[in-house]
């Protein structure tokens, strides 16, 4: 199933079903950094996908893929700039340090836990069920 999301109430909807996962696409922050420092990023795991641990009213704690450590994520503040286009969610970012810097994250399922596909229904004719209707039943 596709994941199309257009709200941060489409994100966090998507977020408190069950194998939710994000992955950084982009980090300008940290594209902007020495290769040291985006070398120490990386080996931090802060790259790896991040599974849901746990959702509050204002943010989602992540846990990092093979390692003990968690991640939040805050939405009580200046979330009317995040952008959402299909499976992905674009945010910016408050550093202060230069030009604007923005985090892009592609929302997926873990393996295994993808929702199954919902079967496409025929729009039902009303106007052709109340006429047979009225055939059968005349005033």
Same mark, same amino acid.
């Given at each position: $199933?596709? @994941? #199309?999301?257009?709200?941060l109430s489409d994100f966090k909807r998507f977020l408190a079903q069950p194998g939710?996962? @994000?992955? @950084? #696409?982009?980090?300008?922050f940290i594209e902007r950094? !020495? &290769? /040291? /420092?985006? #070398?120490?990023?990386? &080996?931090?795991? $802060? $790259? &790896? !996908?991040r599974t849901v641990h746990a959702l509050s009213k204002k943010a989602a704690i992540f846990s990092l893929r093979g390692r003990p450590d968690t991640v939040w994520l805050y939405w009580d503040k200046g979330t009317r700039n995040w952008h959402y286009s299909g499976d992905t969610v674009r945010i910016p970012l408050a550093t202060s340090l230069g030009p604007p810097d923005e985090i892009v994250y592609r929302c997926t399922f873990a393996p295994g836990f993808e929702p199954a596909e919902r079967p496409v229904r025929a729009p039902r004719r009303r106007a052709q069920a109340d006429a047979q209707g009225e055939a059968r039943h005349p005033a």
């Open positions: $199933m596709a @994941i #199309v999301l257009r709200s939710a996962t @994000i992955q @950084i #696409v982009r980090n300008t950094q !020495p &290769e /040291a /420092a985006q #070398v120490a990023y990386r &080996e931090k795991g $802060m $790259m &790896e !996908p």
